[in-house]
C-alpha cells in the first residue's frame, strides 16, 4: 500500500495530539512524565513476578497508563534486596513501582533488612489468596477438627509440610490455626521445603501429614482429587471448584490468613505521584482486563489503597512479629 | 497402546503444526547460542523469553521454552570443550575430558559424539516418558528426604572419578564447595548464615556465578599468564572433524548408560541435570577396565555426561506434566509461564490441555532432531573458534562472563564475586586443586543439609531413619562402594603383580 506523504505528517500530528491529550487526562498535571519501571522482587515464574506483568499488562491495555512499562526481576531474600535498592538508591523516584505480599512482611518482621514499612510508600494492595491447610486424599484426617484432635493428643504426629523456613509465611499460617485452637503452636512439627512445589510432592509422597498452602497453586490439585482441603483461611466460602470447601472460621476456629499481593513505592515521593498510583491502580482493578487475570491467576478481587494499606501494612507487620515472638524466632 | 497412538498422533497433529514447528526451530536455536554463552542458563534463557509469553497459545509457548530448555543442553557442552570453559553447569564434567580431546586435536569428534548422544538419550528418555509417565512420578515421590540425602552421598562420592593426581586434593575442593552451599538463610532455622548483612546474600551464592568465576574467569587469568610465558598449549584445530565409526561404538554403552541415570535423576523432584551428569561419568569410569584413561580425553567421558545432562531434561518434565510438581528450577519458571497463560497445571493436566501435554511431548521428538541436523553441521563452524587469536578469545569469553553473571542477577555484589571466585579459580589450578568438586559440592550441599534435616525433623532426631528405609541404605552402601572400590582395585592388581614374584 502506497501512502500519501501528506497522510503520513497527518498522522503524526494527530497521533501527537491524542497522545498529548491523553497524557493531560490522568490528574492532568503530566505525571507520568517518563518510562515506568515495574520490580517483581524475584525470579520470573514466580508470584510476584505473576503480579507485577499482570498490573503492567492491563494498565497498558485499559490505557490507564499511557507511558511505557517495564518489568525487571531483582531476586532475593524473599524482597529484601529490592526493599533495600528502593530505600537506598531510589529515594523520591515516582516512576517505580514494587510488588509485594506477606512474603515481605516476614522479611522484615524477622529482621533480614533493617526497615519496616514506614520506610516505604505504600500504594495498594490490588488482588489477595488465602492461605489453606490440605491433606492427602487418604489421609486420616477428615475435617480440620480430626487434625486439632490429633495434634491435642500428640503434635509430633501431625508433620507440617511447608514452602519456606521457619517463621515465614506456611509455618505462621499453620501455627495461627493452632493457636485459635487454643493449643501451643511452639509444639508444631514443622518440615521446611525449598518451594511450594517441593512441599506438595513431600505431602503427595506421604512424606507429611498436612501442608499449609495458598490456594490459587493447588487447585490442580483439589480438582484432581489428589488433596483434601481441611480448612480455607478466608472470612467466607469461596466460589467456583472450591465452593465445597469448608473455612476455618464455620469449622468454629477463628483463624484467617489473607495472601494480599500490591505494591509500595520508594520513599519521599511526591503526593502527586502518590496519589496518581493509588488512584489508577484504583481504577485498573475495576476494569474488565483485570476480572480476566484475576480469574487466569485463581485471585481474587481485594483492593485497599493509600493511608488505609499503609495502616494495614504496618497492623499486618505488628500482628506477624508478636506472633513470630510467641513461637521464639524474635526476641 | 492403541490410546496412546490415538494420543500421539493428535500430539504430532499440534507439533507439526508450521506455526509450532516454527517456535520448536527458535526453541532450539536460542538454546543452542544460551547453551553456548557461559554464564547464561536455561533459566536466565527462560526468564528472558517469559514477557514475551503473553498471548501466545499455551501449548506454542511450552513448546518454545522445552525447545528451549533442551538447546541449551546441547549447547553447554561447546565451549566445555573447546576453552574449558562450561556453558552451564551441568556440562561441568564435561570439561574433564572434553577439553583434553581439544587439546589433542579431536575437538570434532567430542563436539559430534556430545550431539549425537544428546540425541539418543532424548529419544530414548521421550520413549519412557510417553509410555511411564504417570507410575515414574509416582515412583518419585516415594522418594523422601532421607533417601534424597542418601542419593546426595551417592553423588558426592563420585569425587573420587574426579580426583586427579591427589585425592586429598580433590576433597579439600569438595568441601569448599559444601562450605560455599551453606551461605545464606538457613531452610531449617531460618538463620541468616555468613551473609554479612547483605540481602543479596540472603539466598545464598548463586551457582552461575561461582562455576562461572572458577572455570572461566580462571582460564582466562591462566591463558595470560601462559601465553605470556609462551608456555600456553593451544587446542588443535586439527584432525578428524567427524566421528569414526570405532568411537562411535567404543561410546554407545556410555550413551545409554547415561540416559537411563540422567532420565531416572532427572524424575526425582529437586535432584537435576548437574547431579545426574556427575554420576553418569562416576559410573562409567568405575565401570571401564581402562579408568586411568578419563581425564585424559576419553571419548566416554564427554558422551556419558551429555547423555545423561539431556535424559535428565525430559524427566524433569514428568512430573511437571503428570503431577504439575516442578522438579527444578527451570520447570518452576514453566509452572509459572503456565499459569500466566491460564493453565492450571496438575493431575489432570493430560486429560484438560492435551495440546500442552501430547503436543509438547510429541514437539520433544520434532526439537530433539532439528537440534541434531542443526549441531552437527555446527560442529565444523564451532571447530574453527580455536583459530580465533588468542588476545581476542580470552577477552570475549571474559565479556561474556560477565553479561552472563551481570545480566541476569542485575547485582553488582555477583560481579565481584565473580571475580573473587576466578582468583580462587586460578590458585587451585595452579596448585592442582580440581575445580569440579567444588562446583559438585556447592551443587549437592544444599540439598544434602536440607534433606537431612528433613530427616530428622521426622524422625525426631534418629539418624537411624538413614538405615531403616530401604531404598535408603541401599543408596549408601552403593556410596561406600564408590568411595573404596578405586583402593580395593589398586590392592588387588598389586597383589597379583606381586603373587608371582614371590
Redo the contacts between chains.
Keep these: 500500500m502506497r501512502e500519501h506523504p501528506i497522510s503520513r505528517t497527518g498522522l503524526c500530528a494527530l497521533g501527537a495530539l491524542l497522545l498529548g491529550a491523553s497524557l493531560a487526562s490522568p490528574g492532568s498535571a503530566g505525571f507520568p512524565e517518563k518510562a515506568i519501571e515495574i520490580i517483581a522482587p524475584a525470579?520470573?515464574?514466580?508470584g510476584w513476578?505473576?503480579t507485577s506483568?499482570?498490573t503492567a499488562?492491563v494498565l497498558t491495555e485499559e490505557k490507564l497508563v499511557t507511558q511505557p512499562i517495564a518489568?525487571?526481576?531483582?531476586?532475593?531474600?524473599?524482597g529484601?534486596?529490592a526493599i533495600?535498592h528502593a530505600i537506598t538508591r531510589r529515594k523520591g523516584d515516582g516512576h517505580l513501582l514494587i510488588a509485594a505480599s506477606p512474603s515481605l512482611t516476614f522479611t522484615l518482621a524477622?529482621k533480614?533488612?533493617p526497615y519496616t514499612y514506614k520506610d516505604v510508600t505504600p500504594i495498594a494492595a490490588i488482588a489477595t489468596d488465602y492461605g489453606a491447610i490440605v491433606v492427602r486424599k487418604d489421609s486420616p484426617y477428615k475435617s480440620l477438627k480430626d487434625l486439632l484432635d490429633a495434634y491435642r493428643k500428640n503434635p509430633?504426629d501431625v508433620?507440617v509440610a511447608g514452602g519456606s523456613?521457619?517463621?515465614?509465611q506456611d509455618h505462621v499460617k499453620f501455627a495461627k490455626v493452632i493457636k485459635a485452637a487454643g493449643m501451643d503452636p511452639t509444639k508444631v512439627?514443622?518440615?521446611?521445603?525449598?518451594?511450594g512445589?517441593?512441599a506438595?510432592?513431600?505431602l503427595?509422597?506421604?512424606?507429611?501429614a498436612v501442608a499449609p498452602v495458598d490456594i490459587s497453586e493447588?487447585?490442580?490439585?483439589v480438582?484432581?482429587g489428589?488433596v483434601r482441603i481441611l480448612a480455607v483461611l478466608s472470612d467466607k466460602r469461596l466460589g467456583g471448584s472450591l465452593k465445597n470447601a469448608p473455612t476455618a472460621v464455620e469449622q468454629g476456629v477463628n483463624a484467617t490468613f489473607i495472601v494480599w499481593r500490591g505494591f509500595y513505592a520508594a520513599p519521599g515521593i511526591s503526593k502527586e505521584a502518590a496519589d496518581f498510583w493509588v488512584t489508577t491502580l484504583g481504577k485498573m482493578v475495576k476494569s474488565e482486563g483485570w476480572k480476566k487475570t484475576l480469574?487466569?491467576?485463581?485471585w481474587f478481587d481485594y483492593y485497599v489503597g493509600g493511608a488505609e494499606y499503609a495502616r494495614f501494612l504496618n497492623e499486618d507487620l505488628e500482628s506477624g512479629e508478636t506472633l513470630l515472638k510467641e513461637l521464639g524466632?524474635l526476641k | 497402546m492403541e490410546e496412546l497412538l490415538g494420543h500421539m498422533a493428535y500430539g504430532f497433529s499440534v507439533a507439526l503444526a508450521p506455526v509450532n514447528v516454527g517456535y520448536a526451530l527458535l526453541g532450539a536455536l536460542v538454546g543452542t547460542l544460551i547453551g553456548v554463552l557461559p554464564g547464561i542458563g536455561p533459566?536466565s534463557g527462560?526468564?528472558i523469553l517469559?514477557?514475551i509469553l503473553?498471548g501466545m497459545p499455551p501449548a506454542s509457548a511450552m513448546i518454545l521454552l522445552t525447545g528451549l530448555y533442551y538447546g541449551t543442553m546441547y549447547g553447554g557442552s561447546t565451549t566445555s570443550i573447546l576453552v574449558n570453559v562450561p556453558g552451564e553447569a551441568s556440562s561441568v564434567v564435561t570439561t574433564l575430558d572434553g577439553y583434553q580431546m581439544a587439546l589433542q586435536g579431536r575437538a570434532g569428534p567430542a563436539l559430534a559424539i556430545a550431539a549425537i548422544g544428546s540425541f539418543i538419550a532424548g529419544t530414548v528418555s521421550i520413549v519412557f516418558m510417553m509410555l511411564f509417565s504417570l507410575p515414574l512420578a509416582r515412583l518419585?515421590?516415594?522418594?523422601?528426604?532421607a533417601e534424597y540425602f542418601s542419593l546426595m552421598v551417592l553423588g558426592l562420592s563420585s569425587v573420587t572419578s574426579l580426583a586427579g593426581a591427589s585425592l586429598t586434593k580433590a576433597l579439600i575442593s569438595t568441601v569448599f564447595g559444601l562450605m560455599l552451599a551453606t551461605v545464606g538463610?538457613?531452610?531449617?532455622?531460618?538463620t541468616?548464615r555468613y551473609t554479612f548483612n547483605l540481602?543479596?546474600l540472603?539466598?545464598g551464592i548463586s551457582f552461575i556465578v561461582a562455576a562461572i568465576g572458577l572455570f572461566a574467569v580462571s582460564e582466562v587469568l591462566l591463558a595470560i599468564e601462559e601465553i605470556h610465558a609462551g608456555e600456553r598449549r593451544r587446542a588443535l584445530t586439527v584432525g578428524r572433524i567427524w566421528l569414526s565409526w570405532r568411537e562411535f561404538k567404543e561410546s554407545l554403552g556410555a550413551i545409554l548408560r547415561g540416559t537411563g541415570i540422567g532420565f531416572y535423576i532427572g524424575v526425582l523432584?529437586?535432584a537435576g541435570a548437574t547431579i545426574a551428569s556427575f554420576m553418569a561419568y562416576n559410573v562409567e569410569k568405575r565401570l571401564a577396565k581402562d579408568p586411568e584413561a578419563f581425564g585424559r580425553g576419553d571419548i566416554r567421558g564427554v558422551a556419558s555426561p551429555e547423555s545423561a545432562n539431556n535424559a535428565a531434561v525430559v524427566g524433569n518434565m514428568v512430573?511437571l506434566l503428570s503431577?504439575?510438581?516442578?522438579?527444578s528450577?527451570t520447570t518452576?519458571?514453566?509452572?509459572?509461564?503456565l499459569?500466566?497463560?491460564?493453565v492450571?497445571?496438575?493431575?489432570?493436566?493430560f486429560q484438560k490441555h492435551p495440546d500442552v501435554t501430547w503436543g509438547l511431548i510429541a514437539s520433544m521428538y520434532v526439537s530433539n532432531t532439528m537440534l541434531l541436523i542443526l549441531n552437527l553441521p555446527l560442529v565444523g563452524l564451532w571447530v574453527r573458534i580455536l583459530d580465533i587469536p588468542e588476545r581476542i578469545l580470552y577477552p570475549l569469553i571474559l565479556a561474556i562472563s560477565v553479561i552472563g553473571v551481570y545480566g541476569v542477577?542485575?547485582?553488582l555484589l555477583d560481579l565481584y564475586l565473580g571475580i573473587g571466585f576466578g582468583l580462587v579459580g586460578y590458585y587451585m589450578r595452579r596448585h592442582d586443586y580440581p575445580l569440579a568438586p567444588a562446583v559438585l559440592g556447592l551443587v549437592l550441599g544444599?540439598i544434602m543439609e536440607?534433606s537431612l534435616r528433613?530427616a530428622l525433623?521426622?524422625s525426631?532426631g534418629s539418624y537411624w531413619t538413614l538405615m531403616n528405609r530401604p531404598l535408603s541404605l541401599v543408596l549408601l552402601i552403593l556410596a561406600a562402594c564408590s568411595l573404596v572400590a578405586p583402593y580395593l582395585i589398586t590392592a588387588f592388581r598389586r597383589l597379583r603383580v606381586v603373587a608371582p614374584a614371590a
Design positions: 525470579n520470573p515464574g514466580g513476578d505473576l506483568r499482570s499488562k518489568v525487571s526481576n531483582m531476586p532475593g531474600g524473599s529484601a534486596v533495600s524477622l533480614r533488612v509430633a508433620s523456613a521457619p517463621g515465614s512439627k514443622y518440615v521446611p521445603h525449598q518451594g512445589g517441593e506438595m510432592a513431600s503427595l509422597g506421604g512424606h507429611t493447588i487447585v490442580g490439585q480438582e484432581a489428589e480469574q487466569a491467576n485463581k524466632f | 533459566v527462560i526468564a517469559i514477557p503473553y518419585a515421590l516415594k522418594f523422601g528426604p538463610v538457613d531452610l531449617s532455622t531460618g541468616a540481602p543479596q540472603l539466598d523432584p529437586a512430573p503431577l504439575g510438581i516442578p522438579g528450577s518452576a519458571l514453566m509452572l509459572g509461564a499459569m500466566m497463560l491460564g492450571q497445571p496438575g493431575p489432570l493436566l542477577s542485575n547485582s544444599g536440607q528433613q525433623v521426622l525426631d
